[in-house]
Structures are given as C-alpha cells and as structure tokens.
C-alpha cells in the first residue's frame, strides 16, 4: 500500500475514526522511540549470578584423543 492509498483511505473516514487512527499512530511512535532506548550496562552487574566450577580451565575427557 502507498502513502496515498494510505491517505485517501484515511481522508474518507469520518472525523471521530480519523482521531481514532490519529491515537493509533501516536501509540506505535511511542512504541518505535521506546523500543530504541538501550540501557548503559555497568561493568560487574550480574557478579554473583554465576559460578564457574574449580576445574573450569581443565581439559576435558571427551576431548582426550584430540589433544
């Protein structure tokens, strides 16, 4: 659909619908501008939510024949 189908359709509607998809149009702006907004990360936020265990950096069994 083009702009202009867009706005003739929009034109033959009576004036309380036009306010009606005037709201709808407001309310997907809204929708695109917070969508957009991205918060800083802080360094060392999620320290705590994970733990590594002690043998994290030793190598694995499976991959025995491959090293």
Known sequence: MTDIQLYK???SLPKELKKEVNDFVEFLNQKIKSDKKIKQRKFGYAKGYFK???DFNSPLEDFKEYM
């Open 52 to 54: 590594m265990s002690p």
């Open 9 to 11: 359709q929009i034109d």
